[in-house]
C-alpha cells in the first residue's frame, strides 16, 4: 500500500479505504502526509459506533484532505465526487 501511495502522490487524487491499517500504520500514515494531492478516507461503516474504543480512532485522519464514515459503499462516490469538485474549483481558479 505504501509504494502505490508513492505511485499516487501527484494524481488527481486518492480515495483510500485504509481498513486495520488506520488504527497502527504509521508507514501508511507518512506515505498519505507526503502525498501533493488531496486524500480522502472512506469507511464502509460508522468507525465511532464500535465497541471497542480503539476503532474509532484513525491515525491517518489528521493527513487526509477528509474522512467518510459509515456511508456504506456511497461513500466512494461521494469521495470521488469531492475530489473532482476540487479539481474543477483549482481549474476555475486558474483562468
Known sequence: MVEWL????????IVINPA???YHSIAVR????????????????????QEAQWRSKSILTSVCTGMITGL???????????????RTRAASELR
Not at 507526503?34 to 478516507?41: A, G, H, K, R, V
Open 72 to 86: 456504506g459503499v456511497q461513500g466512494y462516490s461521494l469521495a470521488i465526487g469531492h475530489i473532482g469538485s476540487l
Open 20 to 22: 486495520a491499517f488506520c
Open 30 to 49: 507518512e506515505a498519505l502526509r507526503l502525498c501533493e494531492c488531496p486524500s480522502i478516507e472512506v469507511h464502509i461503516s460508522n468507525t465511532h459506533r
Open 6 to 13: 508513492h505511485d499516487a502522490r501527484q494524481d488527481a487524487g
